[in-house]
């Protein structure tokens, strides 16, 4: 088994998911790369094919199954193609620019039968979320009742806005919060702090739990991603984010990577891994459509409410019968 991987959008993304499959990944191969931008395409694509139209990537018989990281709005279109060709497709966060379009890739898969899509959540794959999950799974702190989160860049460039910090950034937090408490979200606020973007969000879940986070744009000194589980007999929190301790100029201590790159380097390996292992078994594992299709929903209302920052409940359709 051998199986051809197209990848749509070689910015920092998709290269780095075209580096993967070149180098990082067995049972799959790198069968083609498109971007808008010819070049960029031809430095991700090594010795594989470029492609200038991805709605031909998708449908070149080399190719089996799609990567897609180009810009969030592109992804319904590309997702929607890949269902219509019954190819699966990894489809990076977040799942659509809108919930309605998300709703529609939900749809589209449930009235195949087939599940074709993985969300590109790959925190789900990250060790460290994983021992959060165990640990709490395990009954050892008891029923969790809190979860802290904090998820800080180095900065932003100017077109990054405000919306984008929930519907981009936050996204990941909103996916992870519900597989770690293995609850959904019922209610939100958002708390603006200072004048460089900071937001704090507080989340309600159907299973009691309160959720904090501090998203954080601008945070100016690394890329830090943390997390911290709340339970009624002691809590779990991650190790910092290095292996080893540095002593220089007068301090002690673990440096930051610059970017969720490093930092997540294990798991964006392990997630493509895990898809096309899944994929030949032909049982995907990962975020599904509608976890993809929830988180866009949830973020859509909370960025609503960034104009008055009242509280908002959350309204979501019941779950498809395909996705329980
Ligand atoms: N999972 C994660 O941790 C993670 C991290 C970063 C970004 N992302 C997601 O990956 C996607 C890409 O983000 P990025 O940071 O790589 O952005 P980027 O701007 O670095 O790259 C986007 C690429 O897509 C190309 N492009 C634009 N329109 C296109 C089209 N219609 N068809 C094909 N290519 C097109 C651009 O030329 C560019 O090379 C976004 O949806 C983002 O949310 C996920």
Same mark, same amino acid.
């Given at each position: 088994?051998?199986?051809?991987?197209?990848?749509?959008?070689?910015?920092?993304?998709?290269?780095?998911?075209?580096?993967?499959?070149?180098?990082?990944?067995?049972?799959?191969?790198?069968?083609?790369?498109?971007?808008?931008?010819?070049?960029?395409?031809?430095?991700?694509?090594?010795?594989? =094919?470029?492609?200038?139209?991805?709605?031909?990537?998708?449908?070149?018989?080399?190719?089996?199954?799609?990567?897609?990281?180009?810009?969030?709005?592109?992804?319904?279109?590309?997702?929607?193609?890949?269902?219509?060709?019954?190819?699966?497709?990894?489809?990076?966060?977040?799942?659509?620019?809108?919930?309605?379009?998300?709703?529609?890739?939900?749809?589209?898969?449930?009235?195949?039968?087939?599940?074709?899509?993985?969300?590109?959540?790959?925190?789900?794959?990250?060790?460290?979320?994983?021992?959060?999950?165990?640990?709490?799974?395990?009954?050892?702190?008891?029923?969790?009742?809190?979860?802290?989160?904090?998820?800080?860049?180095?900065?932003?460039?100017?077109?990054?806005?405000?919306?984008?910090?929930?519907?981009?950034?936050?996204?990941?937090?909103?996916?992870?919060?519900?597989?770690?408490?293995?609850?959904?979200?019922?209610?939100?606020?958002?708390?603006?702090?200072?004048?460089?973007?900071?937001?704090?969000?507080?989340?309600?879940?159907?299973?009691?739990?309160?959720?904090?986070?501090?998203?954080? $744009?601008?945070?100016?000194?690394?890329?830090?991603?943390?997390?911290?589980?709340?339970?009624?007999?002691?809590?779990?929190?991650?190790?910092?984010?290095?292996?080893?301790?540095?002593?220089?100029?007068?301090?002690?201590?673990?440096?930051?990577?610059?970017?969720?790159? =490093?930092?997540?380097?294990?798991?964006?390996?392990?997630?493509?891994?895990?898809?096309?292992?899944?994929?030949?078994?032909?049982?995907?594992?990962?975020?599904?459509?509608?976890?993809?299709?929830?988180?866009?929903?949830?973020?859509?209302?909370?960025?609503?409410?960034?104009?008055?920052?009242?509280?908002?409940? $959350?309204?979501?359709?019941?779950?498809?019968?395909?996705?329980?």
């Amino acid at each position: 088994m051998d199986l051809g991987i197209g990848v749509i959008g070689a910015g920092v993304m998709g290269a780095e998911h075209a580096r993967i499959l070149r180098r990082a990944v067995s049972g799959a191969h790198l069968a083609g790369v498109c971007d808008r931008d010819p070049a960029r395409a031809a430095a991700a694509a090594g010795d594989a =094919p470029v492609f200038s139209d991805p709605l031909a990537l998708i449908a070149a018989p080399e190719v089996a199954a799609v990567v897609i990281a180009s810009p969030d709005e592109t992804h319904a279109e590309y997702a929607l193609a890949c269902l219509a060709a019954g190819k699966p497709a990894l489809l990076e966060k977040p799942m659509a620019h809108r919930a309605a379009e998300a709703l529609r890739i939900v749809e589209a898969e449930a009235a195949g039968g087939r599940r074709l899509v993985q969300l590109g959540f790959m925190r789900r794959y990250d060790a460290a979320y994983g021992e959060l999950k165990a640990v709490l799974g395990s009954g050892r702190i008891g029923r969790a009742t809190v979860l802290h989160n904090v998820h800080r860049n180095v900065s932003v460039p100017d077109w990054f806005s405000g919306p984008m910090a929930i519907t981009n950034s936050f996204s990941h937090e909103i996916d992870i919060s519900r597989w770690l408490l293995g609850a959904e979200i019922t209610s939100a606020q958002v708390f603006p702090a200072g004048d460089r973007g900071l937001l704090m969000v507080t989340m309600r879940t159907d299973g009691g739990q309160v959720v904090s986070t501090e998203v954080n $744009i601008n945070a100016g000194y690394g890329y830090h991603v943390h997390a911290q589980i709340v339970g009624e007999q002691g809590t779990v929190e991650m190790a910092p984010p290095g292996l080893a301790l540095t002593n220089a100029a007068g301090a002690h201590g673990f440096d930051f990577p610059a970017d969720w790159i =490093p930092r997540f380097a294990q798991a964006y390996r392990d997630q493509m891994q895990g898809w096309v292992d899944g994929m030949a078994a032909g049982r995907l594992g990962g975020a599904t459509a509608w976890d993809g299709y929830v988180t866009v929903a949830v973020a859509e209302q909370i960025a609503a409410s960034l104009r008055d920052c009242q509280p908002v409940e $959350i309204a979501l359709p019941p779950r498809p019968e395909f996705y329980r």
